[in-house]
């Protein structure tokens, strides 16, 4: 009689395992977090990528009786004093912090402008009537 081989059981257990490990729902690897607020009726989903990887950040408005989404808002630049701050075109640029209240989304970027300083710019975007507003920022010191 033939005996297994212990390599080849031992194989056959991690192939397994992986293959249970795999039945979830995996988040892609350019999303950093997911945070999701109950303003009213409503979810506001906020995603943060990575922004080495995919420099974006997506504001989201779903409604969780239907499980559908209302809205989705990504966030690639931003303006201040007239000028287009690209997130592509920076030498880096970090979400400092992203605060949401029943009014507006508040966020807080640092933007590594290329050869030159950073600059943090404090960005809201107002929730009107359940929907995401244009988003305005101002300088921060």
Do not use: H, W
Not at 12 to 33: H, K, M, N, R, Y
Not at 102 to 113: S, T
Request: net charge positive.
């Amino acid at each position: 009689m033939c005996k297994p081989n212990k390599m080849f059981l031992a194989f056959l257990v991690f192939i397994c395992t992986c293959c249970q490990a795999q039945t979830g729902v995996v988040l892609p690897l350019s999303i950093d977090t997911v945070e999701t607020y109950r303003i009213g009726e409503q979810l506001i989903r906020v995603v943060r990528y990575n922004m080495e990887v995919k420099p974006e950040l997506r504001l989201e408005v779903i409604n969780p009786i239907e499980r559908s989404l209302q809205q989705a808002v990504s966030i690639k630049a931003f303006t201040l004093d007239g000028r287009v701050y690209d997130f592509v075109k920076s030498d880096g640029v970090f979400v400092e912090s992203v605060d949401v209240s029943e009014k507006q989304v508040k966020i807080v970027f640092e933007y590594n402008i290329p050869k030159s300083k950073a600059l943090l710019a404090e960005c809201v975007v107002p929730i009107l009537s359940g929907r995401l507003d244009v988003m305005a920022c101002t300088k921060r010191n």
